[in-house]
């Protein structure tokens, strides 16, 4: 299993662009990568997830280097709602026998 | 749109009791998971399951616990003989499975333990 790594915790502002890099050194080939959002106490609620290059929907960006060994999370024009911590999660999705798990994830603060 | 659902909400419970908490996935999904958060800690993968069998289980899984799907609908997960350390935040998921590799995990909203 691909471990992750992740910055604890990042300050900022609204209506700035918050970049959260996670490191997955060891991934596999069938891996894909996963962000999701937890808000306290609620279930984490997926956000985006990629294979390689870039992936961008209507609430973020991620990108994903030719070697998969990293990947960073963008969220363009935080707002303070979007104070949150955010796991990335890096495994085989929807067969049999996988363990999809999360790692120590990023706190984010966005200040007025 | 279709959710996850977990019931209790919040469970108080003394120690020594045996605890079950109920899921029901979104209707059409395959794969179904277990997760729990300590207050302040991060998200455990504790078991998923497919195809009515346990197919990965964390250490954190052992003899205390059991999952099971008894009519197609409900997902559960039995705590034996509850401890202190078990007080958390107990995570029901599911994924569609459906067009092989990708999808999203969907979460419920969680059901509280606390034992005292």
């Known amino acids: 299993l691909a471990k992750t790594t992740q910055p604890i915790s990042m300050d900022s502002y609204e209506g700035q662009e918050v970049n959260i890099t996670c490191s997955h050194n060891?991934?596999?080939?069938?891996?894909?990568i996963t962000w999701y959002q937890q808000f306290p106490s609620q279930g984490p609620r997926f956000i985006i997830q990629?294979?390689?290059t870039k992936v961008t929907n209507e609430v973020a960006s991620l990108f994903i280097p030719a070697d998969r060994k990293s990947s960073t999370l963008s969220l363009p024009r935080v707002s303070l709602s979007d104070t949150a911590v955010y796991y990335c999660?890096?495994?085989?999705?929807?067969?049999?026998?996988?363990?999809?798990?999360f790692g120590g994830g990023t706190r984010v603060l966005v200040k007025p | 749109e279709p959710e996850v659902t977990q019931t209790p909400s919040h469970q108080v419970t003394q120690m020594g009791q045996e605890v079950i908490l109920r899921c029901v996935p979104i209707?059409?999904?395959?794969?179904f998971y277990w997760y729990r958060q300590i207050l302040g800690q991060k998200v455990e993968f504790l078991v998923s399951?497919?195809?009515?069998?346990?197919?990965?289980k964390s250490e954190i899984f052992d003899d205390q616990f059991s999952v099971e799907r008894p009519d197609g609908s409900n997902f559960t997960l039995k705590i034996r003989s509850t401890k202190l350390e078990d007080s958390a935040m107990y995570f029901c998921?599911?994924?569609?499975?459906?067009?092989?590799?990708?999808?999203?995990?969907?979460f419920g909203e969680g059901s509280r333990l606390t034992v005292l």
């Open positions: 060891n991934i596999a080939t069938n891996d894909y």
């Open positions: 999660l890096v495994g085989e999705v929807g067969t049999a026998g996988n363990k999809l798990t």
């Open positions: 209707s059409n999904h395959l794969y």
């Open positions: 990629g294979y390689k």
């Open positions: 998921a599911s994924i569609p499975g459906t067009g092989g590799v990708t999808g999203e995990l969907f």
């Open positions: 399951f497919y195809n009515n069998e346990i197919s990965e």
